[in-house]
């Protein structure tokens, strides 16, 4: 589950560069495009959509489909800028645990509809947990590992409480080579230990920022830690 906060703007050409040496899927419209074009990358559970061409402040519909188009899976409706750019970063990533090639259809005034494909792999998975024994002692501690992020990219891990109101510890890490966020890699495999704050008693929420090349942010939730 990813939580709706706005993703910092980046460099498009940046993004795209680093698509490129990480050996993502890389669709990009030649520089002499004329009309609707697109660029997008796909990543973990997601897809980077940017382009231009449209008529200034269109509304234009940006669909993922499946190869065969047989499945529309994700729709969204974004406005072109002024001069016809879809401005903001664009985001399809509500695939339901789709993984393979996806179509990306853009269709806006003037027209005709864009096109372009990438790859999409698994979303990124984070498992939190505190440790409560039978006699209700509690050790004030949250360990957090998951999988699916992106191979050496850097990551902030924050512990919230359940209403999201109060951060209690704040951790960065990096990714290993294999996508694997953990303390200490196989065969220890240890988790990363975040600390509540002393005498809390209640809901928390474990959150994982990747800030590079998506931006994306995971999440997990335990009704009680103490």
């Known amino acids: 589950m990813k939580l709706s906060w706005r993703r910092p703007r980046l460099l498009l050409s940046a993004v795209v560069a680093a698509g490129a040496l990480s050996g993502l899927t890389v669709a990009a419209a030649p520089a002499y495009a004329a009309g609707q074009h697109i660029t997008i990358i796909g990543g973990p559970g997601e897809v980077l959509v940017q382009g231009g061409g449209f008529l200034g402040n269109a509304t234009v519909r940006i669909e ?36 393979g090639k996806v179509l990306v259809a853009a269709d806006g005034a003037p027209g005709p509809t864009a096109w372009a494909s990438t790859q999409v792999s698994a979303a990124q998975v984070i498992i939190a947990k505190n440790t409560i024994d039978n ?17 050496h990219a850097t990551v902030r891990i924050e512990l919230l409480s359940g209403d999201l109101a109060t951060v209690m510890d704040t951790i960065y890490a990096t990714i290993d080579q294999y996508g694997f966020l953990l303390y200490q890699l196989p065969p220890d495999q240890t988790p990363y230990s975040l600390n509540l704050t002393y005498g809390y008693d209640g809901p928390v929420a474990v959150v994982v920022d990747e800030y590079y090349p998506f931006n994306q942010t995971t999440w997990a939730e335990l009704y009680r830690a103490c």
């Open 64 to 99: 993922a489909l499946t190869p065969d188009l047989s499945k529309v899976l994700d729709t969204i409706y974004v406005k072109a800028n002024w001069i016809g750019y879809l401005d903001d970063y664009t985001y399809l990533n509500d695939f339901r645990g789709y993984t």
């Open 135 to 151: 006699h209700g002692w509690c050790d004030g501690v949250v360990t957090v590992w998951g999988y699916n992020f992106q191979p």
